[in-house]
């Protein structure tokens, strides 16, 4: 019995092409690692200049590193809006006893319970829906704050070896 293939078109986009590779790749090997070896390999019997693959390569770590750092961007704001979650929770308990305690209702501590959870979901919506250029100002100025923690990092600890000496 002979196996029928479905029609194919005779050409091809370059994303279709890299899609299709990208699955028969995820097929035909059962490992998910490869060498670089195979990769050179790969990138050969697809005529792909070793200058070519090099850049690409390089590309691949320079991305692969923006998207770490961003991941860990997000972490950040997230852990940070968590704890003023955390605060407003405890604060609001807080107050809202103390007014039914004193008034016997909700009399003041409602309008700082209100107003401190409209500035809450106000930065909740900042952290978890930005627009992409209020995202990408903020973190620019991450990049730059953490770039310089690591700098005055590396400057203490050559200075505190230098003095150690």
């Not at 279709?16 to 990138?43: C, G, K, S, Y």
Request: aromatic share 12%.
């Amino acid at each position: 019995m002979t196996k029928s293939y479905p029609p194919t078109a005779n050409t091809y986009r370059q994303e279709d092409i890299q899609q299709i590779l990208q699955i028969a790749i995820a097929r035909q090997v059962n490992d998910d690692e490869f060498t670089r070896e195979q990769l050179a390999e790969i990138a050969a019997e697809l005529e792909i200049t070793p200058e070519t693959l090099l850049a690409a390569e390089q590309d691949w770590m320079t991305r692969k590193g923006e998207l770490a750092q961003r991941q860990q961007f997000n972490l950040c704001r997230q852990r940070q809006f968590q704890r003023k979650l955390s605060k407003y929770a405890i604060v609001n308990t807080f107050l809202v006893l103390i007014n039914i305690v004193s008034a016997g209702a909700l009399t003041w501590s409602l309008y700082v319970l209100l107003f401190w959870g409209l500035g809450l979901a106000m930065n909740a919506w900042k952290v978890y829906r930005p627009s992409e250029e209020e995202y990408e100002q903020a973190f620019q100025i991450w990049m730059r704050k953490h770039q310089l923690k690591q700098t005055v990092s590396v400057v203490w600890d050559r200075l505190n070896r230098a003095w150690q000496s």
